[in-house]
C-alpha cells in the first residue's frame, strides 16, 4: 500500500468551523497562484467530498466561481490543484528545489518551489481532520472512548462528517472541548485542539518527510491567508 504524507493547513481551534464568505474562495484560490502555489494553466478537478466521485473539471480562472456554486448547494466538495514546479512524467524529483531534502530528520518549512499537490476543500457540514496511520484518537469528553469511527479510517478519501454525538455512550459531543491526540512515528504523543473544520487546505509535497521530521507550512502563506479571511490557520501533519 502507498503511503502519501500530507500537511494540512486549517482555522485555528477557536474558528474551527470557519467558512469562507460567497466571494472569499475565489479571492484564496487567487491568493495560491499569486504567492506561487498554483498553476493557472494546470486543470482543476473538482471531487465529491464523500465518495470522491468526480464533479467536473473547469479552468484555473473558474475554480472560484465553481466553489462558491457547490457551496450554495450544501455540498461537501475538494478541488484539486497543482504547484509549479511539479515532477512530470519523467521528471525526476530531484529537479526540484534543492532544499527540499526530506530526508533528514529535522523541522522543514514546505515552500511553493518544493513541489506540492493542494487540495482545496470546503464542507457546509463539520469535518473531522483525517487520522494518521501511526494513530490517532479523539476521545469523548464523558466515557473517554475514541469517537473516531473505523469505518472512517479508509485512507483513500478526504474528510469525514464529525459525528454529533458519542457511538459508545451517546453523549452530545462538544466539539470545541474536545482533543485529538496523534502519536508520531518517534512513539510521542501530541495534543491536537479542535481537530475539526469546514475549510481546509491539504498539501501534498512531492518529495515525502522523514518520519521524525516536522513539516511547517511558509508562514507568507499563513500570514497573507489570516490577511485575507481574518482567521488565523495551524497546520498539521498526516501519514496515511
Not at 486543470?43 to 464523500?50: M, Q, V, W, Y
Not at 518551489?113 to 494518521?132: Q, W
Not at 473544520?197 to 491539504?202: G, N, W
Amino acid at each position: 500500500m502507498s503511503v502519501q504524507f500530507e500537511t494540512w493547513m486549517i482555522p485555528e481551534a477557536s474558528r474551527f468551523d470557519f467558512l469562507p464568505s460567497p466571494g472569499t474562495a475565489g479571492q484564496i484560490v487567487d491568493l495560491l497562484a499569486r504567492k506561487g502555489w498554483t498553476d493557472r494553466t494546470a486543470p482543476c478537478e473538482f471531487r465529491d467530498l464523500d465518495t470522491y466521485a468526480k464533479l467536473q473539471a473547469v479552468e484555473y480562472e473558474r475554480v472560484g466561481q465553481v466553489c462558491d456554486e457547490l457551496a450554495t448547494q450544501i455540498r461537501g466538495f475538494s478541488v484539486e490543484l497543482w504547484s509549479v514546479p511539479w515532477p512530470e512524467p519523467g521528471r525526476a524529483v530531484e529537479n526540484l528545489d534543492p532544499a527540499a531534502d526530506f530526508s533528514k530528520a529535522e523541522d522543514l518549512v514546505l515552500l511553493p518551489t518544493h513541489g506540492v499537490a493542494i487540495k482545496f476543500v470546503l464542507a457546509p457540514t463539520l469535518r473531522l481532520l483525517p487520522g494518521d496511520m501511526n494513530g490517532s484518537a479523539v476521545p469523548c469528553s464523558a466515557c473517554g472512548e475514541d469517537i473516531m469511527n473505523v469505518e472512517h479510517e479508509r485512507l483513500g478519501l478526504v474528510a469525514f462528517p464529525a459525528p454529533t454525538d458519542c457511538s459508545h455512550c451517546a453523549a452530545v459531543l462538544a466539539h470545541r472541548d474536545l482533543v485529538g491526540k496523534t502519536t508520531l512515528a518517534t512513539n510521542e504523543i501530541v495534543e491536537e485542539e479542535a481537530p475539526f473544520f469546514r475549510f481546509a487546505l491539504c498539501l501534498e509535497p512531492a518529495q515525502k518527510p522523514s518520519g521524525e521530521g516536522f513539516v511547517t507550512v511558509d508562514p507568507l502563506l499563513t500570514e497573507a491567508l489570516q490577511e485575507l479571511t481574518g482567521v488565523a490557520f495551524r497546520s498539521m501533519d498526516r501519514w496515511r
